[in-house]
T-cell receptor
Framework: RKEVEQDPGPFNVPEGATVAFNCTYSNSASQSFFWYRQDCRKEPKLLMSVYSSGNEDGRFTAQLNRASQYISLLIRDSKLSDSATYLC????????????FGKGTKLSVKP | EPEVTQTPSHQVTQMGQEVILRCVPISNHLYFYWYRQILGQKVEFLVSFYNNEISEKSEIFDDRFSVERPDGSNFTLKIRSTKLEDSAMYFCASLWTGPPREQYFGPGTRLTVT
């Protein structure tokens, strides 16, 4: 079973649309959860940490469901600049912060 | 805003040669990491480093790989006897401690082994 699974997409949406990404993780003992974005051939950039209570940062909302081992990211009012690959990331249980990445979901926002 | 830097941005080497990839982590961070990403694949953990020693390493990090923090700022990844399959983007990351335990990545070094 893959450790972090994501729908690869691509998601093609018009500007202003709301788009949601989902992710599941296999190890129920994982403690830290993140969404990163990655532009083509660039480094992963931290978008937001994901907390059990859910958290919001502007147009971005992240949710965590520990019982279902499920993480989501909602982007409202999408912009052209949101076009990127969104990486779901969890920590390796018992490690010193080693991260396990999903393969990512590609988002393309069109005018 | 502080950031992780890496040099060179692109390194081309012949199979069997040695390469050293360099990173300068964020200055007050305590944990350092190397990851790699083969083109079209996911980012994979290689090694973590804390208190001047390796904390953990993955199966990818075989005995051809080594890391070093030669001074108070640089963090290096050395690959000896490079293979074609070592071709990838190599990202350095650093972490203060948190919570939250958020890692920040450098821009990467693209390694091409011919």
């Amino acid at each position: 079973r893959k450790e972090v699974e994501q729908d690869p997409g691509p998601f093609n949406v018009p500007e202003g649309a709301t788009v949601a990404f989902n992710c599941t993780y296999s190890n129920s003992a994982s403690q830290s959860f993140f969404w990163y974005r990655q532009d083509c051939r660039k480094e992963p950039k931290l978008l937001m940490s994901v907390y059990s209570s859910g958290n919001e940062d502007g147009r971005f909302t992240a949710q965590l469901n520990r019982a279902s081992q499920y993480i989501s990211l909602l982007i409202r009012d999408s912009k052209l600049s949101d076009s990127a690959t969104y990486l779901c990331v969890v920590d390796l249980v018992g490690s010193q912060g080693n991260l396990i990445f999903g393969k990512g979901t590609k988002l393309s926002v069109k005018p | 805003e502080p950031e992780v830097t890496q040099t060179p941005s692109h390194q081309v080497t012949q199979m069997g040669q040695e390469v050293i990839l360099r990173c300068v982590p964020i200055s007050n961070h305590l944990y350092f990491y190397w990851y790699r990403q083969i083109l079209g694949q996911k980012v994979e953990f290689l090694v973590s480093f804390y208190n001047n020693e390796i904390s953990e390493k993955s199966e990818i990090f075989d005995d051809r790989f080594s890391v070093e923090r030669p001074d108070g700022s640089n963090f290096t990844l050395k690959i000896r006897s490079t293979k074609l399959e070592d071709s990838a983007m190599y990202f350095c990351a650093s972490l203060w401690t948190g919570p939250p335990r958020e890692q920040y990545f450098g821009p990467g070094t693209r390694l091409t082994v011919t």
